[in-house]
Structure formats: C-alpha cells, structure tokens
C-alpha cells in the first residue's frame, strides 16, 4: 500500500465548474497535509496547507481533511483552464521524521 | 523576497560519470530538502540538510551525497551516474527542522538530469 494514494486520473472537468481532487494517506500520525500543483516541465508550487479537520478556504480553493477517515481533498471552484496541471497531495507527521511524503499526482484537465 | 534558485537548469551527462547540482533556499529558510521527481511519479525524498548535517535520508544508495553550507545553501552530488538517474532534481527550503509548525516546503524551479 503507498502512504499516499492518488487517482492519476486524467480528471476532465468543464471550465467554470468545481473540480473535486481526494487523496488518501496510510499513517495515521500524519498530521500535515499539502496540496501542491505542478505545471508540465515545471516544478511543483504550494497552493494550500491544512492541519486540522474540516474545510479551510483560499480564494477559489478549498482543502478539506478528515483524519478519521484519513482523507484529504482539494476542491477548485469557478475552473478555468490555467487550473490544468498535475496536483500533488502530501502528508507530514512525526513518524515519517524530516521528510514529506507524496502522491503520484492527478493529472486535471479544465475543458473550455 | 527571493525563492529557492537551483543550478544548472538542465544538464547532460554520460553513464558513469559524476554531477554536483546546486541549490540556494529561500530568504530566511534554513533547511533544505533534496528530491528526485521520475515521469509521472510524485518527487521521491534524497535526503535533507539542517545545520549543515544530514538529517534524515530517504532510500537512495551512497551515490548520492550532498552538502550543506553555512550560508544555507546546499550541493547534490551524484557518483557512477546510470541511465535510471535522468530525473527532475527538486530542491525544496522551508524553516526549521520537521515539527515546527506548518512545516511548508517551497521548491525551486528544478535541475532536469539526462543521463545518456
């Protein structure tokens, strides 16, 4: 089982519509969560951070995390076509010491 | 305020030989992170630097080592390269060791290795 799970996708969303991204983690002491997304060629850039349950919103992102079910997910409001690239969820917690585990990535593509 | 810079950009080199990739973090970070980013894979953990010592290293062979300044700044350093290396080498800074708060990591723009 790898610590972090994603679905590769690719995830086909018309433009202007929520686009939903989830990832699933393994260690149950992972206490911080990361979204980062990456452009193709380039490397990846943080867009949110979240540590504790429930929902935390930036502009037209919302990170959403439960550690019951060790879950976390990303939803991208009002999508536009610059939201397509890769998205990588990442996990940090004590057991994994200095280092941040990541997901293979989803690949979002926004349809006009 | 500048981000993590990392050197060179791109760089080809043949099986066998030896690569030094350079990273400088961002202003106020103390800490860097080494990852190796494969095609279509999330960035693989190297190892990581903080006060100028290894501190944790993930499952790389010895081929790989680096360094850590007292200016921050951090080398990777690859020996008896082999094909499989040609990676994306990521570099990420943050601030403190794992624990402290938040505990962010910003990357920098990426050295891309080909090994032929």
């Known amino acids: 089982q790898k610590e972090v799970e994603q679905n590769s996708g690719p995830l086909s969303v018309p433009e202007g519509a929520i686009a939903s991204l989830n990832c699933t983690y393994s260690?149950?002491?992972?206490?911080?969560f990361f979204w980062y997304r990456q452009y193709s060629g380039k490397s990846p850039e943080l867009i949110m951070s979240i540590y504790s349950n429930g929902d935390k919103e930036d502009g037209r992102f919302t990170a959403q995390l439960n550690k019951a079910s060790q879950y976390v997910s990303l939803l991208i409001r009002d999508s536009q076509p610059s939201d397509s690239a890769t998205y990588l969820c990442?996990?940090?917690?004590?057991?994994?010491?200095?280092?941040?585990?990541f997901g293979s990535g989803t690949r979002l593509s926004i349809r006009p | 305020d500048a981000g993590v810079t990392q050197s060179p950009t791109h760089l080809i080199k043949t099986r066998g030989q030896q690569v030094t990739l350079r990273c400088s973090p961002k202003?106020?970070?103390?800490?860097v992170s080494w990852y190796q980013q494969a095609l279509g894979q999330g960035p693989q953990f190297i190892f990581q630097?903080?006060?100028?010592?290894?501190?944790q290293r993930g499952n790389f062979p010895d081929r790989f080592s680096g360094h850590q300044f007292p200016n921050y700044s951090s080398e990777l350093n690859v020996n008896a390269l082999l094909l499989g290396d040609s990676a994306l080498y990521l570099c990420?800074?943050?601030?403190?060791?794992?624990?402290?708060?938040?505990?962010?990591?910003?990357f920098g723009p990426g050295t891309r290795l080909t090994v032929t």
């Open positions: 990442a996990a940090w917690g004590y057991s994994s010491a200095s280092k941040i585990i």
């Open positions: 990420a800074s943050s601030l403190g060791r794992a624990g402290s708060v938040g505990y962010e990591q910003y």
């Open positions: 202003s106020g970070h103390d800490t």
């Open positions: 630097y903080y006060e100028e010592e290894e501190r």
């Open positions: 260690d149950r002491g992972s206490q911080s």
